[in-house]
Each structure stands twice: as structure tokens, then as C-alpha cells.
């Protein structure tokens, strides 16, 4: 008869297990053991050249400052700490099995120039806790160095049980100055992109709604104040020429509105301000060249903004199935769950939707990145495709003295 299996245990060879625990410190001295000595003995004269440097660099930056010399000391040493601490970081990871991510990378400020990259590098977090890591280690490491050394030769059978306490300490050390702190930074890094997000979209919004003035309504209200202005010349001697061009600025001044209201629709429909979500998407699904069935479900009108988003999130995928789809029919399906506003668009068409090949769905997945949201793409070749947008929710907060337009307001309904 076979025996069962034994329950998955620590390698013979003192390795790390797959998911990253180390075995128990044991006799004699397994592989990691050693690595973990070899950290210890080799910390203390790494620590020494570091805090040397530190040490230095402070003293060479702080009696400089008073100068004009001593800011960039101070943050070229700066700029060393961090290399330091990539290659304690790259060391741990070597020696001790400890998993510590990369701090986020220092970044300049958006105005280019000397002094917006000395402030941003003399108030450079990762650096400063690099140059207290090696200054706070220093004793530390000292100790450690000269018993892990005696422990070889008078202490063997309790060398693993001291070598995995005191690297234990280091672990703590390297994670707690080393590491990001907290996910801090790596939120700051994803802030700041997410705000050249918006500011790059908003730019590009106002000079598209720019363009459109000028080469739509206005191009369009010049040629009607020449046609008016021959009209008036010819009204005296020529009435019936001068009927005929005001009968053609009169249509001139319907095109005129209608582009202008199509622009406003681009800018803010106002039947998203007045109706909601719902009646919305409605709008534009009966305004797409393929049948789209439109299910609302919110138990009230959430922010301006994040309806807004929402709004121009569903039309730019309608437009794209009207572009680029051949589907013959579409759904858009919108509620909320929990903390978020769902919005789940499918078709019936080919399939294929990618975010690198110029459908603009790169660029709406950077808009929703940039409010927190997040864009889902399923897309196979053949069809069908579905793409589900989760943005926050927030509760509509009307302004002092305006009603609560979610008092008693629920936006549920199916339209065909």
C-alpha cells in the first residue's frame, strides 16, 4: 500500500519555500544559514563605508549651505543615499530572502529648470530614510558582525537560531526605511499621473471646442454677416435678389444653431443636467447607428462629475460601435454596487477591440485611471465584445439653496 503523502514541509536544502517563508534555523547549517551569515559579517564594513559617507556629505553640505554651493551638495548626496539603498535593497533581497519593492522613482516638478529639481531632490523622502537606515545600523551591525564571527568558532550548534534573530532585525530595518513607506509614495507617483491626465484631457477639450468655434458657427456667422451686408446694399435698387439672400442667411442661421447646439451637447448636454443618468443614455443610444437597449438601475443621481464621465464614457464607446463594430445590436446596462458606479456595455460585432489600435479606448481607460476608476476590455476575435467601466460613486451634494434632486429620486428603467 502506498503511504499518503506528507504534508509539504521546508526543503532538506534550507531554501525559501515557493511561497517566500524560510525553513526553521537548524543543525547543521543549512543554506540559508549561511546566506544569512554572510549578510551579517558582510553588513558591518558596508555599513562603515556608508555611514563615512553620510556622515560626510552632511557635514560637507551643512557647513556649504550658507553658499550657494551647499544646496546641491546636499542634494547630490541625496542622490547617493538612494543609490545605497538599491544596493541594500538588491543585497536583502540576495542574502536574506526578504521581498521589498523599489521606492518610487524622484520626479522634478513640471517646470524644467535647475531650481525646481533641487527642491524636489532636497525634499526627496527616500533618500533622507536611506541616510538614517546606515547612520541608525552602524552600532547594530557592529554587534552582530563580531558574535555571528565568535558564535563560528565557540557557539556552532547555536549559530542558526543567532543568525536568524539578529537578521530578522535587518529584515525589519531594510522594510521599514528601505521600502516604500506605506504605499505612500507610490500613491503621490500614481496622484501626480493621474493629475497630467486630467490637465492633458482638459487641454485637449478646450482646444477641440476651439476649433470647432472657429471652423463651424463662427466661419459660418461671418458668411452670414457678408450675405446680410449685400443684402442691405442691394435692398433699394434689387428687392427680390436682396429676398433671395436673406432667405439663404435664414437658413444659414439654422445650421448656425444647430452646430452651436451640438457643440453645447459636446461641452454638457443639458439633459444630463436636467434629467439624470438614465433619460442621457437613452439619449445618445437612440442617436447610435446600431438598435442599443439601455437598463438604468441607481437608487439616486450621483456627483456631476462621475455622471458626467460616465455619460462621456458610454458615448465614446457607442461611437466606436458604430464605427468599427459591425454589430447589429448593442446594451449598455448601468447600476450601483456598493462604492461604484457600474457601467457595462456589450455587441454582437466582430470582436477585436484593442486600446493600442486607435479606437480611443487608451485614452478613456487614462480618464478613468485618473478618477480611480477602471476600464475592463473583453474582446475576442469574433465577437462578442464587453466592456465594463467602474467609476466611484459619490452622492450628488447640492449647492446651499438648491434642492436635493435625490430626495425621492430613483433612476431605474429599461428603453429600447
Not at 560637507?60 to 542622490?79: Q, Y
Not at 557557539?155 to 532585525?169: D, E
Not at 450621483?302 to 446594451?331: F, M
Not at 456589450?346 to 477585436?352: K, L, P, Q, V
Request: hydrophobic share 45%; charged share 20%.
Amino acid at each position: 500500500m502506498t503511504s499518503p503523502s506528507a504534508p509539504p514541509g521546508p526543503r532538506d536544502d534550507g531554501t525559501a519555500r515557493d511561497d517566500g517563508t524560510l525553513p526553521p534555523p537548524r543543525s547543521p547549517l543549512a543554506r540559508q544559514t549561511w546566506r544569512e551569515c554572510a549578510y551579517l559579517v558582510s553588513s558591518w564594513p558596508a555599513d562603515l563605508i556608508a555611514s563615512v559617507y553620510v556622515t560626510s556629505w552632511i557635514f560637507a553640505g551643512v557647513l556649504t549651505s550658507v553658499t550657494v554651493v551647499g544646496l546641491p551638495v546636499l542634494a547630490l548626496g541625496l542622490a547617493g543615499c538612494r543609490r545605497l539603498g538599491a544596493w541594500e535593497r538588491a543585497r536583502a533581497r540576495a542574502l536574506l530572502r526578504v521581498a521589498v519593492e523599489e521606492p518610487s522613482a524622484l520626479r522634478a516638478g513640471r517646470d524644467s529648470g535647475f531650481f525646481p529639481w533641487l527642491w524636489t531632490a532636497l525634499k526627496d523622502p527616500v533618500g533622507w530614510r536611506s541616510a538614517l537606515f546606515f547612520v541608525v545600523r552602524l552600532p547594530w551591525t557592529t554587534l552582530t558582525c563580531w558574535l555571528t564571527i565568535m558564535a563560528y568558532f565557540v557557539a556552532w550548534p547555536l549559530l542558526p537560531w543567532l543568525a536568524r534573530w539578529a537578521t530578522n532585525v535587518d529584515r525589519a530595518l531594510v522594510r521599514s526605511l528601505l521600502g516604500p513607506s506605506d504605499g505612500l509614495e507610490r500613491r503621490i507617483a500614481e496622484l501626480e499621473s493621474d493629475r497630467s491626465v486630467v490637465v492633458d484631457a482638459s487641454a485637449a477639450d478646450l482646444r477641440r471646442i476651439e476649433r470647432d468655434l472657429h471652423d463651424g458657427a463662427q466661419a459660418r456667422l461671418v458668411a452670414l454677416a457678408m450675405d446680410l451686408g449685400l443684402a442691405k446694399e442691394k435692398l433699394t435698387h434689387d428687392p427680390q435678389a436682396a429676398a433671395r439672400m436673406v432667405d439663404e442667411a435664414h437658413g444659414e442661421v439654422k445650421l448656425a444653431l444647430q452646430e452651436l447646439r451640438d457643440l453645447a451637447r459636446g461641452i454638457h448636454p443639458a439633459i444630463l443636467t436636467d434629467r439624470g443618468l438614465g433619460p442621457a443614455l437613452s439619449a445618445i443610444a437612440s442617436r447610435c447607428t446600431v438598435p442599443v437597449t439601455v437598463t438604468v438601475d441607481l437608487p439616486h443621481r450621483p456627483a456631476p462629475a462621475i455622471e458626467g464621465i460616465a455619460y462621456y464614457t458610454a458615448s465614446e464607446l457607442l461611437q466606436n460601435i458604430s464605427k468599427h463594430s459591425n454589430a447589429t445590436h448593442a446594451t449598455i446596462d448601468a447600476w450601483h454596487t456598493g462604492n461604484h458606479l457600474m457601467l457595462h456595455i456589450t455587441d454582437d460585432g466582430h470582436g477585436g477591440a484593442n486600446p493600442t489600435t486607435g479606437t480611443g479606448l487608451a485614452g478613456l481607460a487614462e480618464r478613468l485611471t485618473a478618477v480611480d476608476g477602471l476600464l475592463t476590455i473583453t474582446s475576442p476575435t469574433g465577437g462578442p465584445t464587453t466592456i465594463t467601466a467602474q467609476l466611484p460613486w459619490r452622492d450628488h451634494a447640492p449647492a446651499p439653496g438648491e434642492p436635493n434632486e435625490n430626495a425621492g429620486h430613483d433612476e431605474k428603467g429599461t428603453v429600447r
